[in-house]
């Protein structure tokens, strides 16, 4: 739904790496997202084809590597990876929880072609 | 030559960019300013019209009121006594920093201590755009229903405060407190809630100290 501002950032932080290491061309770029983050989905690709017409990352592939979300049961101490549309410790059922890891939403790396 | 280059940066819209500019003006004049988020009607400007008066003899108060066509609710903020700024968003369904940059540039921040932002009613979307607010305060109330935190995980993270307004109404509608409060407290452990009355004033008080509270110790640190 709200998939534009995120391409914009992309490619702006994109082509800023991009130019510090004389880029001439941008292949692939590799975004990080935690299963708990904000839905982005295919419609990135679609922006991303928009607005990085004419510049280095024009027709640069967006390589999307999905983080589990990992949760820490307060009660017990399990640490495990919800199922979807579950929350809940699923060794001893309590509710108190706290997450670990799936928020992560970055740029990981670039490949370029100098 | 083919090479990959080591990134790690955070994804940032540009929405977070001029948030970050609006929290700079905010702390520069002093001014210590929330983002109420709701569903329609849940009492987003009923919460600002029994606050207003109440803290406007120690406080002065402005009020940002995001709509998406009209301007009742500012009119609302203004008769109960604060400086009442509206921003039509024309359609959209949430406020964005930008609006809420044109709407600073209205107001003389040097005259303000507090400011209450009512963001337009929705409880996706708002939550996805920073404003530059320092504070995110939900309001939840007691007709939408006890499921609404499991329904909306998004937007139960990302406050720092919960009012829980409408308990009048407790004794005529079907809302486990109890489940709805065990929600809260998987999504966000320890959020401070407020449950509050707009009708009948019970629960007011705690809310008012909070915000007080919270308005002052912010001056505070940036004097
Ligand atoms: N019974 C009861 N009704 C309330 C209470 N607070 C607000 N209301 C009523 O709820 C309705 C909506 O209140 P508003 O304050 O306009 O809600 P809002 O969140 O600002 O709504 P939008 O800006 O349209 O999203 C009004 O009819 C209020 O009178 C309360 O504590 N108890
Ligand atoms: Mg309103
Ligand atoms: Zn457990």
Redesign the interface.
């Known amino acids: ?2 998939e534009l ?2 391409a ?3 490619l702006d ?1 994109t082509l800023r ?2 130019g510090q ?1 004389n880029a001439r061309r941008v ?1 692939t770029i590799y ?1 990080v997202i935690g299963q708990l983050s ?1 839905i982005i989905d295919d419609s990135v690709q679609f922006y991303w084809d928009m607005i990085a017409e004419g510049t280095l990352a024009e027709g640069a592939k967006l390589e999307f590597r999905r983080l589990p979300a990992v949760l820490q049961c ?1 009660a017990c101490g399990e640490k495990y990876t919800p199922l979807p549309g579950e ?2 410790c699923p060794k001893c059922e309590s ?4 997450v670990i890891s799936g928020e992560e ?10 | 030559m083919n090479q990959r280059i080591p990134v790690v940066e955070k994804i940032l819209n540009a929405n977070d960019r001029l948030a970050a500019e609006n929290r700079r003006l905010l702390d520069e004049h002093g001014v210590f300013a929330i983002n109420l988020m709701a569903s329609p009607g849940a009492g987003k400007t009923s919460l600002i019209e029994q606050t207003v008066p109440r803290l406007a003899a120690e406080l002065r108060l402005a009020v940002v009121d995001g709509d998406i066509a009209t301007s009742l609710d500012a009119d609302r903020a203004a008769a109960a006594g604060a400086i009442a700024v509206q921003i039509n968003t024309g359609g959209d369904c949430h406020l964005d920093a930008v609006m809420l940059q044109q709407a600073l540039a209205q107001l003389d921040l040097r005259a303000v201590d507090l400011l209450i932002v009512e963001n337009v009613g929705n409880l996706v979307c708002p939550a996805s755009f920073a404003l530059g607010t320092h504070l995110s305060v939900l309001v939840a109330s007691v007709p939408e229903g006890d499921d609404k935190p499991y329904k909306y995980p998004g937007m139960y993270r990302g406050v720092e405060a919960l009012v829980i307004n409408k308990i009048d109404l407790l004794p005529y509608v079907p809302f486990r407190m109890d489940y709805f409060r065990q929600g809260v407290e998987l999504l966000n452990p320890g959020l401070r809630t407020f449950p509050l009355s707009c009708r009948t004033g019970e629960g007011l008080e705690a809310w008012l100290d909070w915000l007080r509270g919270e308005t002052r110790r912010r001056q505070g640190e940036h004097r």
């Open positions: 739904m709200h501002p995120v914009q950032s992309i932080i790496h991009a290491h292949r975004v904000s307060q929350l809940a509710m108190q929880v706290k939403f970055y740029l990981e790396a670039i490949d370029i072609e100098n």
